[in-house]
């Protein structure tokens, strides 16, 4: 387990592009290519976090100007996921989560019951979260390495079942996304897909970030509307006017330099995904393998980017208005491209819709985080997490995460017995989609 954390603790930007040479040497691709595919995937991680790092860093003074101005009091500070990754990774059952994510993925995959082949194994963290509280709650070892496994075909389940409208409407070819956030997003927006698409008017409207630069010309521009919506925040804050316009210029600067970290990773990806498809097609033809890769490939996109951060001054906002909400969100104010990163294309882009629907998500992450904050409060202590002299902590991402929720709530309330249920419910779920997808691969190769 020692060795294990130690490789946890160099972050994605490294550990992911060693799982990729690895795997690009499985594939048999030539190591000099695998290395660099590798490093260049690294260090499209390392200027995708600069970005976010950006963004956080504006963010953050105009988050506290806005606390500030409007006396704004909640008990629990949102510490954001970079802290509630530590803490997962940090308690006695955490790093379990990496072996057991591997063993299942491989099992599903020998059952044909998931395409995924998962090479992001640093956003285990997400099952090390869920799995560590359930363990914390009801003081049961093996009860919570069950429930890692529970996650995880859950977490498949949605990657599988988004991965053809991840690839249509991204571009990503052989992508999917079991990304513990991002995942239960595509789900999320399904009912709200179906909701829209039947309000007489509303279903004619389409607010894309094509038809917004349309509309506005120059002022419709990514670029230009991350300036607006920066000088609109600093506003809102009642920053010095010198301050509002920096803080418009980097939100520009996020716009436009985001997107190019997004593809310096898919020119990474390419080669090891062309590999893939190749030798899955010589052994197994006709048959589809998916790429499990973090859905920072989707968070440029100009949509997600746009309805992000149009919802930081709308979340703030429902945090202060919502009665018994306790949760001020703070760090997690800049992973809002994450949670969003799906909903995109379920909406094919809409801006306003993804915004809607976004803003309901919110609504109850904040509500689930406030529930989740004393056991998320408790965890990180015996994490021997830094608390910064918080006495109430909780985190909007996966703190707030209707998935993790419902896990949370079985395993306390139900124990073996309801985790048990979920366990089948994600396995009959998944045999659904398999049988699913191969008549509709069926169907594809009948017309050819």
């Known amino acids: 387990m020692g060795v294990i954390q130690w490789i946890i603790n160099l972050g994605a930007s490294v550990f992911l592009p060693i799982m990729l040479f690895v795997l690009g040497l499985c594939l048999k691709i ?38 500030s101005n409007y006396h704004l009091h909640l008990q629990t500070i949102d510490v954001g996921w970079p802290a509630a990754s530590a803490i997962a990774y940090g308690t006695a059952l955490g790093v379990a989560a990496i072996p057991i994510g591997i ?27 869920a799995g560590s509280i359930i363990y914390l709650l009801t003081k049961n070892m093996w009860l919570g390495i069950f429930s890692m496994v529970v996650v995880t075909m859950f977490t498949y389940f949605f990657a599988d079942l988004s991965a053809p409208k991840v690839q249509k409407y991204y571009g990503l070819e052989g992508i999917s996304f079991p990304h513990g956030l991002s995942a239960p997003g595509y789900v999320f927006a399904l009912p709200f897909k179906w909701l829209f698409d039947r309000i007489p008017g509303f279903n004619k409207v389409h607010v894309d970030a094509e038809t917004v630069q349309k509309k506005l010309g120059v002022f419709g521009d990514i670029t230009v509307m991350g300036a607006i919506i920066g000088f609109v925040i600093g506003l809102l804050a009642h920053m010095d006017f010198g301050k509002i316009l920096q803080l418009a210029v980097n939100m520009a600067a996020v716009m436009m330099l985001m997107p190019r970290m997004v593809s310096l990773l898919m020119e990474g990806l390419t080669p090891i995904s062309d590999a893939a498809n190749a030798m899955v097609q010589k052994h197994f033809p006709g048959k589809k393998l998916y790429i499990g890769m973090d859905s ?14 149009i919802l930081v001054p709308i979340t703030i906002f429902l945090s202060v208005i919502l009665p018994g909400n306790q949760v001020l969100p703070f760090v997690d104010l800049a992973t809002l491209p994450y ?70 709530m079985t395993g306390e309330k139900f124990q073996w017995i309801g985790m048990s249920i ?26 050819k």
Not at 38 to 65: C, E, K, M, S
Not at 118 to 128: F, M
Not at 296 to 309: C, F, M, T
């Open 296 to 309: 920072a490939l989707a968070i440029g996109q100009e949509s997600v980017l746009s309805a992000s951060l």
């Open 103 to 129: 063993l299942t993925n491989l099992i599903l995959l020998a059952f044909g019951l998931t395409r995924t082949v998962d090479v992001d194994l640093w956003n285990y963290w997400h099952v090390a979260f």
């Open 30 to 67: 030539k190591p000099g290519k695998a290395f660099k595919a590798g490093l260049t995937v690294g260090i499209g991680f390392v200027g995708l976090n600069l970005v976010i790092g950006l963004l956080g860093d504006q963010l953050g003074p105009a988050t506290r100007l806005m606390i």
């Open 422 to 447: 979920l366990f089948v419910v994600a396995l009959l779920l998944l045999i659904w989609l398999k049988q699913r997808t191969n008549k509709h691969d069926a169907q594809v190769e009948a017309t």
């Open 339 to 408: 949670f969003f990163a799906l909903f995109a294309a379920v909406f094919d882009g809409d801006i306003l819709k993804t915004i809607i629907a976004g803003a309901v998500d919110i609504v109850i992450s904040l509500y689930v985080a406030t529930w989740a904050a004393p056991v998320i409060t408790t965890l990180a202590k015996e994490a021997h997490f830094n608390m910064k002299g918080y006495t109430s902590i909780s985190v909007l991402s996966d703190g707030g995460l209707w998935t993790n929720f419902i896990y949370l």
